[in-house]
C-alpha cells in the first residue's frame, strides 16, 4: 500500500465510497412556552458567554487560543488540548479539532465535541439498541455526544451540530433521556482556561432549546434512515454522518429571551 | 429569602462583535491521515474522546456542511409598523418616530457612521455580516450610492432578506445628477422610508449627495457644502459638487 503525497488527495470519498448524506439543518425552534426561571437560566448564560467572550478577547485570546496554547502545531484531526478536558465531579468531557477545510462549514476552524456519562449523573437510562449500536456493559465506560459547537478562527461560535454514533463511539441513548442531560453539562476546571470552560457550559445552556431540537431531529433521522435502509447498521453507516445542524445566532436568541422577559 | 437580580439587556453587547485575534487553520499532518485502504476501517477514530473508552470505528469523512453563515432574521426593533407615529419630515423631532440610532448606539458595522438629520443615518462600507444588525437597530431602509460592480446586487439581496427596503442610486462620477439627486429628494422626503441608512463606499459621494440635495432645497450653498463635508464629503468630489451649484472653485 503506498501513502499519498498529501493528504488532499485522501479526499471523503475516496476513503469513504458513499458520500454521507447532506446534514439536516433544523428550523429555530424558539423558546415560546418556557418558564421564567429557564429563560432567566438562559440569560444568565448569555452573560456569561459575552463575558466570557470578552476578556478572553481583551486579553488577546479566545477559546480557540486556549485550547491550543503550548500543545504545539495545530493538526487537522489531533484532539486538544492533548488528551482531552475531563471534569470527574460532573462527568463532563469534551475537545476541541478540525477535518479537512472541505469537510467543515464555510469560515470553520474547528468544533468543540462534548460528552457526558449518563450513569454519572442519572443512573439506569438506557442505551438505545439500534442495529450498529455499541454498548458496553460496563456502565461507567458508556459516554454519550451531546453536541458539537463549531466555531471560526476567531473563537466565534458558527453552528451547533449532531452526529451520527460511529462518529464519536459513542454509546447512542434516546435523544428524550440526553436532553434531561443537557441541565448537567459544566466544566468546572481551570485548565487549560477557566474562560473557554465556563463558556462552552454556558452555550450549552443559552441554546438548550436548539441542543435539544437538534437530538430530537437526531433521532428522527436515524429512524427515517432506518426505514429507508432495511437491514443497515444505521448507527455504523458511513453515509449517515453529521445528522442535524442549526446556525447559531446570539442576537437573535438573546433578542427573543429579552422579549420574554420584557427587558 | 431569595434576591431578585437586576437584568440588563445584553443585546448590545452581542451586537458588537468582539476583536480577537484570529488563529490559524489546522493544518493536516500524515501522522493523523485516514486509512489508506478506503474500504476498511481506520485504526484510530479521530473523533472519539481519549480513553477511557472503546476503541473506535472509521474514521468521519463528512462533505462540507450547509453554509451556516446565512444570516437569519433579527428580531425587529418596533419601528415601522403602520400604527407607529409618523414624522413629518427628515427633521421633525415632534413626534416618536424611530429615528436613526446615535454613534454610540452603533455597532462598528457601517464605517464612518453619523447621522445626518434625526431619520437619515449617513456612512461608508457597510460590513455584510453586519447588515441583519441595521434592521434590530430600527432602519427601515438602505439608499445605497454603489455601482453595480461595487456589489450593490449582492448587498440588495441581503438587504431584503434582512427585511428593509433596499433603493440603489448608482453614482458612479464626481457628482451625482440632478435626477439623482431629485430621486434621492424624493426618498429623504417619504416618512415611510424612515430610518434611513445612506451609503457608500467612503461616504464621500454621501457628502456630495447631502450637500445637492441641501441646496436643492434652499439652504445657502456654502452651508450645504459644510453640510456635505459634515457626513464625508472630500476635495476629490467637492470640485464637481461645487461647479453643479454654480459656486467659484476650491
Redesign the interface.
Known amino acids: 500500500?503506498?501513502?499519498?503525497e498529501?493528504?488532499?488527495e485522501?479526499?471523503?470519498?475516496?476513503?469513504?465510497?458513499a458520500?454521507?448524506a447532506?446534514?439536516l439543518?433544523i428550523a429555530?425552534p424558539g423558546i415560546e412556552g418556557l418558564p421564567r426561571a429557564r429563560l432567566?437560566e438562559m440569560?444568565?448564560a448569555?452573560?456569561t458567554v459575552?463575558e466570557c467572550?470578552?476578556v478572553?478577547?481583551k486579553s488577546?485570546?479566545?477559546v480557540?487560543?486556549e485550547v491550543?496554547r503550548g500543545q504545539g502545531?495545530?493538526?487537522?484531526?489531533?484532539?486538544y488540548p492533548q488528551?482531552?478536558v475531563f471534569d470527574t465531579e460532573t462527568h463532563c468531557?469534551y475537545?476541541y479539532?478540525?477535518?479537512?477545510?472541505?469537510?467543515?462549514?464555510?469560515?470553520e476552524?474547528?468544533h468543540f465535541?462534548l460528552?457526558m456519562r449518563p450513569e454519572g449523573i442519572i443512573p439506569g437510562l438506557e442505551p438505545w439498541d439500534l442495529p450498529g449500536a455499541?454498548i458496553?456493559e460496563d456502565t461507567a465506560?458508556r459516554?454519550v455526544h451531546i453536541g458539537a459547537i463549531?466555531v471560526d478562527?476567531?473563537?466565534?461560535a458558527?453552528?451547533i451540530?449532531t452526529?451520527n454514533r460511529?462518529?464519536?463511539?459513542e454509546c447512542l441513548y434516546r435523544a428524550e433521556d440526553m436532553i434531561r442531560l443537557l441541565d448537567h453539562f459544566a466544566i468546572e476546571l481551570a485548565h487549560p482556561n477557566w474562560a473557554v470552560n465556563l463558556w462552552l457550559s454556558g452555550m450549552v445552556t443559552l441554546y438548550r432549546p436548539q441542543f435539544a431540537a437538534l437530538l430530537r431531529a437526531r433521532d428522527a433521522q436515524i429512524e427515517a434512515w432506518l426505514a429507508d435502509h432495511p437491514g443497515s447498521e444505521v448507527l455504523?453507516d458511513?453515509g449517515l454522518?453529521?445528522i442535524s445542524?442549526w446556525?447559531?445566532?446570539?442576537?437573535?436568541q438573546?433578542?427573543?429571551i429579552?422579549?420574554k422577559?420584557d427587558? | 429569602m431569595k434576591l431578585h437580580?437586576k437584568?440588563?439587556?445584553?443585546?448590545r453587547?452581542?451586537?458588537v462583535?468582539?476583536?480577537?485575534?484570529?488563529?490559524?487553520?489546522?493544518?493536516?499532518?500524515?501522522?493523523?491521515?485516514?486509512?489508506?485502504?478506503?474500504?476498511a476501517p481506520?485504526v484510530t477514530?479521530?473523533?472519539?474522546?481519549?480513553?477511557?473508552?472503546?476503541?473506535?470505528?472509521?474514521?468521519?469523512?463528512?462533505?462540507?456542511?450547509?453554509?451556516?453563515?446565512?444570516p437569519?432574521?433579527?428580531?425587529a426593533a418596533d419601528a415601522g409598523s403602520d400604527a407607529a407615529p409618523m414624522a413629518s419630515g427628515p427633521y421633525d423631532t415632534t413626534v416618536k418616530a424611530t429615528q436613526a440610532p446615535y454613534g454610540d448606539k452603533m455597532p462598528p458595522i457601517v464605517d464612518n457612521y453619523l447621522r445626518a438629520t434625526p431619520y437619515v443615518g449617513t456612512g461608508g462600507f457597510i460590513d455584510p455580516t453586519g447588515i441583519?444588525?441595521l434592521k434590530?437597530l430600527g432602519f427601515k431602509t438602505v439608499v445605497s450610492l454603489l455601482k453595480p460592480d461595487e456589489g450593490a446586487p449582492n448587498e440588495g439581496d441581503l438587504v431584503q432578506k434582512a427585511g428593509m427596503n433596499y433603493i440603489q442610486i448608482s453614482v458612479p462620477t464626481k457628482a451625482p445628477t440632478e435626477a439623482q439627486v431629485a430621486e434621492f429628494a424624493k426618498i429623504v422626503e417619504d416618512p415611510a422610508n424612515y430610518p434611513i441608512l445612506l451609503h457608500c463606499e467612503s461616504s464621500n459621494r454621501v457628502g456630495a449627495m447631502w450637500a445637492l440635495y441641501r441646496a436643492s432645497k434652499g439652504v445657502p450653498n456654502e452651508i450645504a457644502i459644510e453640510e456635505g463635508r459634515q457626513v464625508g464629503l472630500k476635495t476629490s468630489r467637492e470640485p464637481a459638487v461645487r461647479e453643479m451649484l454654480g459656486m467659484e472653485p476650491l
Open positions: 500500500m503506498t501513502r499519498p498529501t493528504p488532499s485522501m479526499s471523503p470519498d475516496s476513503a469513504n465510497p458520500t454521507p447532506p446534514t439543518r429555530n432567566e440569560h444568565d448569555a452573560e459575552l467572550e470578552t478572553l478577547a488577546g485570546m479566545s480557540v487560543s491550543l502545531d495545530f493538526l487537522v484531526w489531533s484532539r488528551g482531552d468531557h475537545f479539532h478540525a477535518h479537512d477545510a472541505r469537510e467543515m462549514a464555510e469560515g476552524n474547528g465535541h460528552f455499541k458496553p465506560a459516554f463549531s478562527a476567531k473563537g466565534r458558527i453552528r451540530f452526529t460511529w462518529v464519536t463511539d455504523e458511513r454522518q453529521n445542524q446556525p447559531v445566532d446570539p442576537v437573535a438573546i433578542g427573543a429579552e422579549d422577559l427587558l | 437580580k437584568r440588563k439587556s445584553l443585546l453587547a452581542a451586537m462583535p468582539v476583536t480577537a485575534v484570529a488563529m490559524s487553520a489546522a493544518v493536516p499532518a500524515t501522522s493523523s491521515a485516514q486509512a489508506t485502504n478506503p474500504c481506520a477514530n479521530p473523533c472519539a474522546p481519549a480513553n477511557p473508552c472503546a476503541p473506535a470505528a472509521a474514521n468521519p469523512c463528512a462533505p462540507a456542511a450547509a453554509n451556516p453563515c446565512a437569519s432574521a433579527a428580531k441583519p444588525m434590530m
